[in-house]
C-alpha cells in the first residue's frame, strides 16, 4: 500500500508525549489510536501494521482479550462454534490452532487471543492496564488528541474504538447493594483467581446468557444456590462436547467453503437456515425439525424456519416447543412454569441463550428459583435480599445483570468532535451513526462494530474482520490520495439509521425489552442497534468503498 504523498507527510507523522511509556513500545509518531485489545483491537492493530502505519493500543485490562478478559465466569463459553468463532484472515492460523470443544471455554479463547498476540508479535505497541479518558478532535490539524489514565498524551489521524459491545457492565440500583456484608461479583467483570463457592450459600441476579452458562456450574459447588429470575428466557442445549480431531481436520481441508458459507448467512455463521416458513409444513414435519434442531444443539435451532424472527404465528411454534421441552426436563410442573416464557413473549427477540444443563440444574434440591417479577427485589441487606414478599440469606451475591451495550464503552471514554460536541450530547436520543463505522461531526474516528452495524446480532468475529479490513482500505485509500480527513455526511447517516430502522421493524426483534433496544438500562433512549443482515450489510459497505467512499465527504 502506498504511504502519504510527501508534501502531506507531516500531516501523518504526529507527536506522543506520554508520561508513562509504560508496557510498550515508546514512539514519538502515530497514525492511529486503537482503544481495546480484544479481536477487534488485535487485528487493527495487525492490519495497520501490515499498511506501514503506526498504530497503538491502549488497553484498560491487565492482559489482551476484551470481553474475553473480563468475562471469565465459571462456564463462560462461546455460543458460535469454536471453527467459526476464530479469525481466518490469515489460513496459517486457521490452520494451525487446534480448538479443543465444539464450544471452547474462556480460558482456552484467551489462550487463542495470547497466541495471536505473540504469533503477529502485537505486544509491543500495546498499552496495557491504561484506560482511554478522552478523545478531542483538533479542528486545525485534523488530528485526534488521546488522554489516558496514566498520563498519556497521544495525537494521531484516526482514533479507532475498538471497546467492543458487551464491555461495560450493567449494575442495577438496588438499594442497599453496599451494605452486603459478604462477597459480590459480576459476571462481566469476574476475578481473576479462582472463586470457590463450595459450603457457601450463594444468590445469583439474573437469567441471561451470563446466569444461564454459569448456574449449572455454581449449583454443583454451592451449598444452596437462589436464582433471582424477573424474566424466564429461552435457551436451547448447546450439546457442546470434545472437538473429534478428525473432524477438525476434514473442516480444515475445506476452511474457506464454511467461511464463504457463514458469511453469506444473516448472522455471519452457519446457521444451517432452512429457507421454508414454519407455517407452511406440517405438524409433524415442524416437530421433527426442532427435535433434530435440538439435538444437534446450539444457535442453529433459529434457523429451522426462516421466518422465525419475523412472523409472531411462526416464532410460537418454535416457542411451544421449547416451553415443551422445558416442561419435560423440569420435573416440578410448577418450577416449570416458571422457568417458561410467556405465549407472547418471542424466541430468540432477546438473544437465543445456548446452555449445559441449565433447566436440569432446577431438579436439584439444593437450587430455589425466586420469581422477582411478581415480588421485584427491594433491597439487599448485609445478609442477602429482600423482595416485597420475603427475605433470604446467602454469603456470596452474583450481578449476573448484563451489560450497558454497543453505546456503553464508547460514551465512558469523553469523546469530542468537531466544535467540541460530545459524544453523549449527540446520543442524547440515541446512537446515530452511517454504517455503525462513522458518526457525523466525528472526523477520522472509526467504530468497530459500533451500533448500526449487524455486530451483536452475527458471528462478532467475522463482523470484526469485515469492520477492521473495511477501515484499513480506507485508510489506505486516503494516504494514497494525500487526503487526511474523513467524515459521514448527515444526509448518509440519516438515510442509514432510517433503514437501520426499518430493517428492524419488519422483524420481531424490537418487541422485546431486550439489551439490543437498551431496554435494561433504565433511562436509556430505546432505540434498536444492530443491523439486521450481514451479507447486504458487506454489499452496502464494499459499494460504498467502490464509489470513493459514497457518503463520506473527504478533506
Ligand atoms: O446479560 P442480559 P448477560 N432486577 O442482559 C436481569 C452475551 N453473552 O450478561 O430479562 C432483576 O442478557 C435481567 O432480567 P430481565 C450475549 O449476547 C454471550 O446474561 O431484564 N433482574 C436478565 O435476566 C448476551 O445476550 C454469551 O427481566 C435484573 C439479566 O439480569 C449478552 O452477552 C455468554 C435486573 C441480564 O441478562 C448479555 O448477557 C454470556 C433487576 N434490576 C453473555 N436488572 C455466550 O454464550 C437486570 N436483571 C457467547
Redesign the pocket.
Known sequence: MEGPVPELAHRWRLGVESAAMTNATATSELDAVIVGAGFAGLYMLHKLRGSGLRARIFEAGSGVGGTWFW?RYPG?????ESMEYSFKFDDALQQEWKWSERYSEQPEIMRYLNHVADRYELRRDIALETRVTSAHFDEGTSRWNVSTDRGDRVSANFCIMATGC?SST?T?E?PGLDSFAGRVFH??KWPHEPIDFTGRRVGI?????????AIPIIAKQARHLFV????P?FSVPAQNGPLDPEVQERIKAHYGELRRLGSQMPFGFDVQLNEKSALEVSEAEREAEYEQRWKHGGLPFLGSYADLLYNKEANETAAAFIRRKIAEIVKDPKLAALLSPEPTDVAGC??L??DSGYFETFNRSNVTLVD??SA??EAITPTGLSTGKETFAFDDLIL????D?MTGSLLRVDIRGAGGATLGERWAEGPRTYLGLSVVGFPNLFMISGPGSPS?LTNMVVSIEQHVEWIAECIGYLRSKGLARIEATLDAQNDWVAHVNEVADSSLYPRC?S?YLGA?VPGKPRVFMPYLGFPPYVEKCNQVASRGYEGFRLG
Request: net charge positive.
Open positions: 468475562n463462560a463459553r462461546c455460543d458460535v458487551l450493567n442495577p438496588f459476571t462481566g441476579i439474573g437469567t441471561g446468557s451470563s446466569a444461564i452458562q433471582f429470575q424477573r424474566t428466557n432477546k438473544r441463550c445456548s422477582v417479577r421485584p427485589i449476573a445483570t448484563g451489560f451495550a451483536v425489552n439489551w435494561n
